[in-house]
Each structure stands twice: as structure tokens, then as C-alpha cells.
């Protein structure tokens, strides 16, 4: 190859080292403050007794809450899923189950088990502005108050959301994954923040921590055990170490300074202020974007009418989900996010440093733009520069030995802090064994795990751009 030509590629290689060098600085720097200051909050809270909530059981001025449950071809589960439900801890709520069109025996199951009754008079219909599938009837239970359904055409997730939020009565709702078993106190922990609230505060959305619940509990049967036994799969393993990081640098971290986006906890239970909703719209019905997306309209709405609202996070566990349990399973599911989140920035992308919007255009949505957005596409361009540069002698070899320490240190010995954190303030009993393989995988995440996800990752982006034909089937695991 002509000399010209070599020297070109090397100053260009050795300017990707420089760009991603930058990056992998910045990044560490921002999730160490981030970790900082989680840390923080969590030794505070440490030392400190379970909060009591049984005051608010009998509270007639706990806001009442209706809980939207679309649900699509679950006639094996939907009796477990809905008896969990009307088993939760709270004075005022309703379930409200849509039925999207579903093709097996799930309306007519529902019907001969909570023999349920049509109903027109007693529903509100409220207008969000956007029309709905077809609704075919609304019926409550004789057998238990709370609970109505709806059943109509086929429309999605998001216009299942709609029609429940259409027809619900009560001042907040709350939107439940497909794969999401609330915990007996949820509704009193994420409702225990708006009780709070100080004259003229205002929580216009709320979401938790979301403990995993290991793939394949299709009856919901395990509720009780934390998932801690199962670290023995490397898959589980991996997710678990995930979710840790995210709720600790991404949830605690950011609540911290005040910058709070509920991220994908709202897919699997989030609560929202319904009158807030209704003004923005409802959901939108465009499954390419997610709860993010509605999050980021209620905070520039709220910007945009000059009036206070609170986005909060509990640090406390409210939820289990279901997680993917095979790759494939996993694949899907980190394309739908990544598609997802890009979707959800370029809608909104014009809250991108606008000081108009406080915290959350300065330093929120760039967060996730920097980190979760464009990080695996940097991130599998450094293993490529790393392979190149050592391959071909382009660059110095102590400058590839940085750039492999600080993705080491970016991702495993970062997602091992977390783990040791969480292993010391979290009231869950860790064996010695369950420790070894957190840590194990922890570790080793740079090296195998964090590449592999981040392929799918890309896959997404490639979705969003319109670059790449996005699947047809309906992932219904984990968050997604």
C-alpha cells in the first residue's frame, strides 16, 4: 500500500482513539458521580427501618388509583395475573383489563370466572383526543367491585392503554407490563410520595425499583423468592448485574440531582396523573416509541405551562418481572429498547440542550443520549480500533493497553461496585455462592456479555433509522 495512504489510515485510526478515549473519560466520570452520589443515599437509608405504610390502608385520602392491564391471548395466566392484582394492599383502586383482540379463550374466561356484567351507565368515557380500536363492551365483575374489562379489536399496547385510560374514574392511573407481578405494597410505597407532597408540589408520574423474577414462572408462583438462587445462569446472572447498575446509577444517581426520567420502569409500572395525561394526548399510539416518550411530553408540557411537576423514583422494590430466558429472547428484547429509546429521543429532540426545560434538557436527555444511545455504537468501534490497531501496528501498543483498561473499567469494575454495593445495603440474604457468581460475571462483562448486547443494541438503532426491517412478533418478556 502506498506510504501516503498508510499514513492517512493511521492519523484516522488514531483519531477514533482519541474521539472514543474522550467518550470512555467523560462516561466514567459522569456514572462514578452518578454511583457517588446513589451511594450516598442508599448508606443514609441503611441504617434506617422499612418504612410503615399500613396508616395509609384506612387513609380515605390516599388518591385513588385505576390500574390499565392490557392483556393479549393470556388464557393460561390471566386468572393468576388478575387475582395477584385484587390481593393488593390499597383502600382505593380498580383493575381495569383491556382484551386486545385477543384469539384464544381469554374474554371467554373471564367471563365465566368473574361472571361479569355489561355496563354503560356507571363509565366515565373521558376524551383524549385520538380515537381507539373498536370497543365491544365494557362489563364489571359481580364477584369482585374493582374489577372491569373491556374487550375490543385489536390495536396494540399503546391504544389498549388509551381505551383503559378513556374509561378509568380515578384521579391517577397506573400502566402494568405483560410480564409484571406487583408486590401485596406497591400502590402504598409508589403512592406514599404523593401523600407527601408539599403545598404546591405536584407528583405527576412515579415508578420504582423492579426486582427480576426468573423466566419461565408462567403462573406466577415464585413471587416470594428474590431470584438470588438462580444466579447460577450466566443469562439471569448478566441481568440481574444489569438492572442493579441501571436503578443505581440511572435511578437513585439521577434523583439525586433532581434529573428524573422513569427510563423502561414505566413499561413494566408506572403511575401517572391522569388529568396531566389527558392534557398531552394519552399515549401515543406508534409502537416505536415507549413510556419515556410520555414521560419527557408530561415534563415539557409542564415546562411549557410554567407550573412544578414531580417526576419521582423509589428506590424500594414495587414490582418483579419476568426477564428473557434464552438469547434470542434477550435479543429481541434489547432491539425493541434500543429502537425504542431512539425513537423516543428523535420525537422529542427538541428538548436537547434547551434550557427552556431545566435539568432535563441540560443534563437528562444528554445523558441518555451520551450513555445509553450512541455508548454501544463507541464502545464496539473501540473493541474494533483495539483488534485493528494491534493488527495492523497502526498505533502505539501502550495506547491500545488505555483504551483496554478503560472499557474494563467502565464496564466490569464498575458493574462489580454495584454488585458489592448492592450486596451490602440490600435487605436480601446473599449466600457466599451467589456472591461468587455476581462477581464472576461482573468481571468478565467487558469481554463477552457487553459486546454481544451491544450488537443488539445496534440492530435497534439500524430499526429506528429505518435501516433495517424491525419484526413483526409481539416480544412479551421482561421490559419489553
Known amino acids: 500500500m502506498d506510504e501516503r495512504w498508510i499514513e492517512m489510515l493511521r492519523s484516522f485510526v488514531w483519531a477514533c482513539y482519541e474521539g472514543i478515549f474522550i467518550y470512555l473519560v467523560l462516561a466514567i466520570v459522569m456514572c462514578s458521580v452518578l454511583f457517588v452520589a446513589a451511594a450516598r443515599i442508599l448508606i443514609r437509608r441503611r441504617g434506617l427501618d422499612p418504612l410503615q405504610y399500613h396508616e395509609m390502608l384506612d387513609e380515605e385520602l390516599a388518591p385513588a388509583v385505576s390500574l390499565l392491564v392490557p392483556v393479549r391471548n393470556d388464557e393460561h395466566t390471566i386468572v393468576q395475573r388478575i387475582s395477584c392484582l385484587l390481593d393488593i394492599q390499597y383502600a382505593r383502586y380498580e383493575v381495569i383489563i383491556i382484551n386486545d383482540g385477543s384469539e384464544d379463550g381469554t374474554m371467554p374466561r373471564l367471563m365465566d370466572t368473574y361472571d361479569l356484567m355489561p355496563i354503560r ?52 392511573i397506573a400502566s402494568i407490563g405483560p410480564r409484571t407481578l406487583l408486590e401485596r405494597d406497591a400502590l402504598l410505597k409508589i403512592m406514599k410520595p404523593v401523600m407527601d407532597a408539599l403545598p404546591g408540589e405536584e407528583v405527576i408520574a412515579c415508578s420504582g425499583r423492579v426486582d427480576l423474577m426468573f423466566p419461565g414462572n408462567k403462573a406466577h408462583t415464585e413471587f416470594m423468592d428474590n431470584g438470588t438462587g438462580r444466579t447460577g445462569s450466566a443469562l439471569y446472572g448478566m441481568q440481574t448485574i444489569e438492572y ?228 413483526e412478533k409481539n416480544m412479551r418478556n421482561g421490559l419489553g
Not at 389 to 397: A, E, K, S, T
Open 244 to 471: 442493579v447498575r441501571a436503578f443505581l446509577i440511572s435511578g437513585v444517581g439521577l434523583v439525586r440531582y433532581n434529573i428524573n426520567v422513569l427510563l423502561f420502569t414505566a413499561e413494566v409500572f408506572g403511575v401517572f396523573k391522569k388529568n396531566r395525561v389527558m392534557e398531552i394526548g394519552g399515549y401515543k399510539r406508534d409502537n416505536q416509541v415507549a413510556h419515556m416518550e410520555l414521560v419527557m411530553r408530561l415534563q415539557k408540557r409542564m415546562k411549557l405551562i410554567g407550573e412544578r411537576g414531580r417526576i419521582i423514583y423509589i428506590p424500594d422494590s414495587i414490582c418483579r418481572v419476568e426477564v428473557p430466558g434464552t438469547w434470542h429472547e434477550l435479543f429481541r428484547q434489547r432491539t425493541g429498547w434500543h429502537r425504542q429509546l431512539a425513537s423516543s429521543l428523535w420525537a422529542q429532540r427538541s428538548m436537547i440542550f434547551n434550557p427552556s426545560y431545566g435539568w432535563m434538557g441540560l443534563v437528562s436527555i444528554p445523558y441518555f443520549i451520551l450513555i445509553e444511545l450512541i455508548g454501544p455504537v463507541l464502545e464496539l468501534g473501540a473493541i474494533v480500533l483495539f483488534i485493528a490497531g494491534i493488527g495492523l501496528q497502526l498505533v502505539d501498543m501502550n495506547l491500545c493497553i488505555i483504551l483496554a483498561l478503560l472499557l474494563t473499567l467502565y464496564g466490569s469494575l464498575m458493574s462489580a461496585g454495584a454488585v458489592m454495593f448492592e450486596i451490602w445495603c440490600s435487605r436480601k440474604a446473599y449466600t457466599s455462592r451467589e456472591v461468587t457468581h455476581l462477581l464472576l460475571y461482573a468481571c468478565t462483562e467487558t469481554f463477552w456479555f457487553r459486546p454481544l448486547n451491544h450488537i443488539s443494541r445496534m440492530f435497534g438503532l439500524l430499526q429506528a433509522m429505518g435501516l433495517k426491517k424491525e419484526e
Open 121 to 172: 351507565s356507571k363509565i366515565h368515557y373521558s376524551g383524549i383526543g385520538q380515537e381507539t380500536a373498536q370497543i365491544n363492551g365494557i362489563y364489571q365483575s359481580r364477584l369482585h367491585h374493582r374489577l372491569i374489562v373491556i374487550d375490543k379489536a385489536y390495536g396494540g399496547r399503546m391504544d389498549s392503554l388509551n381505551a383503559g385510560l378513556k374509561i378509568s374514574q380515578y384521579p391517577y
